[in-house]
Each structure stands twice: as structure tokens, then as C-alpha cells.
């Protein structure tokens, strides 16, 4: 079989594990304890969640948002994140500006091996490629951007794409697996 991306880490190791339940606390106030309208206080925990963003600008990101770790992710200004977005944050999410995500858009940079036998579980090795995303981005409802995955400025992701290979600017791609449908 291929051989998997270098560096291999486990994902279930102490430290991990520790960063994510941080995080994990960071959401549950995000997702279910604050005011819906209290603006002041979504910004601060985002702020205390995410890798970065511009304060005078921050995120619209609808609850419930669920992410590994949250510092990994950095977020340009005016960004709107609409219900259920996931992102799985083991390497590097750049965001740029001005980017829309419909609702339950998935972000994965993790990877698990393709052999078998080195997947092992929750006992075996994962590897994370960075993703990211350029400004002015529409990316539809239900879509998924794959590990290593390179968003142009100006595109469009149709809704439900599995966007699989870096997509150019200015361009609009649908499907599974996303392919170029107007440039």
C-alpha cells in the first residue's frame, strides 16, 4: 500500500487528548450556555478559541460549531459560518475573508494511513495536511474539503462537492468528486 504523509502522531496521546478537552469546554459555552444575541461574549470565547481572527471583525459562526482544536484555525474578517460546521483542525485552517460556509460544511486536514494494518484504531497513527481557504469563498451547504486542499480567492464550492484537489480562483466546482463546472 501508498505510504501515509509524514509526520504520523497519535491522535489519543495525553497532550492531545488534554488540547481537545479544552477545547471542548470552549465549545460547550459557545454552543450551549451563552446568549444567542450577547455578541460581546460569542466573540470572546471565539477569541479564546480559534488560532486567530480579526477582533474588529469576527466570525459569524452559527451553533453548534465543533472543532478539534480550535487553534489552528485562523479567520479572516466578515466570515459567516451557517449551522453544523465541523472542522477538524489537526494541521493548519486558514480562512481568508469575506468567506461564506453553508450549513454542516465539513473541514478535514485528518487522514488515517490507507493499510490496514497500520491503522490499528484508536491505538494507530493519523496525519493532518493544512487546508486553505481564500477570500471572497462561497462554500455551499453539506460540501467537504479533504486534507491538504487549497481554496482559490473568488470560487465557489457547490453544495454537497467532496472537494478533493485544490480548486482555482474564480472558478466554480460541484460534485463527488468536486470537478470544475464554470471558470
Not at 101 to 130: D, M
Request: aromatic content about 8%; proline content about 7%.
Amino acid at each position: 500500500g501508498e505510504a501515509a504523509p509524514e509526520p504520523l502522531y497519535c491522535s489519543f496521546g495525553e497532550e492531545l487528548l488534554g488540547e481537545r478537552t479544552k477545547a471542548r469546554a470552549l465549545l460547550h459555552e459557545y454552543n450551549n450556555k451563552l446568549d444567542y444575541a450577547d455578541m460581546e461574549s460569542r466573540t470572546r470565547v471565539l477569541s479564546q478559541l480559534l488560532g486567530g481572527m480579526d477582533a474588529a471583525s469576527p466570525p459569524f459562526i452559527e451553533p453548534p460549531f465543533r472543532c478539534d482544536y480550535g487553534y489552528n484555525i485562523t479567520v479572516g474578517s466578515d466570515v459567516y459560518m451557517n449551522f453544523n460546521c465541523c472542522v477538524l483542525d489537526c494541521n493548519k485552517v486558514t480562512i481568508g475573508s469575506r468567506v461564506l460556509f453553508g450549513p454542516n460544511v465539513q473541514i478535514y486536514t485528518a487522514a488515517h494511513p490507507l493499510a490496514g494494518s497500520l491503522r490499528n484504531g484508536t491505538k494507530g497513527p493519523e496525519y493532518a495536511l493544512p487546508i486553505s481557504i481564500g477570500d471572497d469563498v462561497w462554500v455551499g451547504g453539506g460540501a467537504i474539503v479533504l486534507p491538504g486542499v487549497s481554496i482559490g480567492n473568488g470560487s465557489v464550492v457547490g453544495a454537497g462537492a467532496v472537494v478533493t484537489r485544490n480548486v482555482e480562483p474564480y472558478t466554480v466546482v460541484a460534485g463527488n468528486p468536486a470537478r470544475l463546472v464554470r471558470r
